[in-house]
């Protein structure tokens, strides 16, 4: 039964994405918040994942596409966190809710420079937060829009990740080099 209270719990979320976007249509901030409200009620209590995850459409084990509504694009993807695991420094372009359903993330999050002779990808890097389940942050472009995701635990860590879009493409930051660089999405994104 806990199985059929997961795939509830994400219809309500789904229900309410969907008509918070018929009320904010263009005001990213009100929909970045309530989304994020609405979000966190969803990861209050422990989802089956492997529940969601057999009834899933695409299913790449580590990026579970839990739901794309073909009408506003958005898009929910829970994502499967080995050990250690950490990305790179990336955009998104779009909106998004992070929220961590078990474990911990470990988010840091960077702030864009004016362009210089350095490149175009200069950026500041921010204190990182520990986010742990309940918790939510987000993305909202452009100046809000690029993190790098960690999992500091040696066990893995769930999170729920609802986005204004599939992502086809997305950059890449070298903070080194204040370079970005151009990637496509494999399977749906990061
Ligand atoms: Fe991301």
């Given at each position: 039964?806990?199985?059929?209270?997961?795939?509830?719990?994400?219809?309500?979320?789904?229900?309410?994405?969907?008509?918070i976007?018929?009320?904010?249509?263009?005001?990213?901030?009100?929909?970045?918040r309530e989304v994020s409200r609405s979000a966190a009620v969803m990861v209050?209590?422990?989802?089956?994942?492997?529940?969601?995850?057999?009834?899933?459409?695409?299913?790449a084990y580590d990026r579970i596409l839990l739901h794309h509504d073909e009408k506003t694009g958005f898009a929910i993807i829970a994502?499967?966190?080995?050990?250690?695991?950490?990305?790179?420094?990336?955009?998104h372009g779009t909106w998004g809710v992070v929220a961590v359903l078990s474990g911990e993330l470990e988010v840091t999050k960077y702030d864009r420079l004016p362009v210089g002779q350095r490149g175009e990808g200069v950026?500041?890097?921010?204190?990182?937060?520990?986010?742990?389940p309940g918790m939510v942050d987000v993305v909202i472009p452009p100046d809000e829009d690029i993190h790098s995701i960690r999992n500091?635990?040696?066990?893995?860590?769930?999170?729920?990740?609802?986005?204004?879009?599939l992502m086809e493409t997305y950059n890449v930051y070298d903070i080194e080099t204040g370079q970005k660089q151009l990637r496509e999405t494999r399977s749906v994104l990061i």
């Open positions: 039964m806990a199985g059929n209270k997961s795939a509830s719990r994400l219809q309500e979320h789904i229900e309410r994405v969907s008509t976007l018929e009320e904010y249509p263009d005001d990213v901030i009100g929909i970045v209050s209590e422990p989802l089956d994942l492997e529940q969601l995850r057999r009834e899933a459409p695409v299913d994502m499967v966190w080995p050990p250690g695991e950490v990305t790179p420094i990336h955009d950026i500041l890097q921010r204190p990182h937060i520990d986010a742990v500091p635990l040696e066990k893995i860590s769930v999170s729920i990740h609802t986005y204004g879009g």
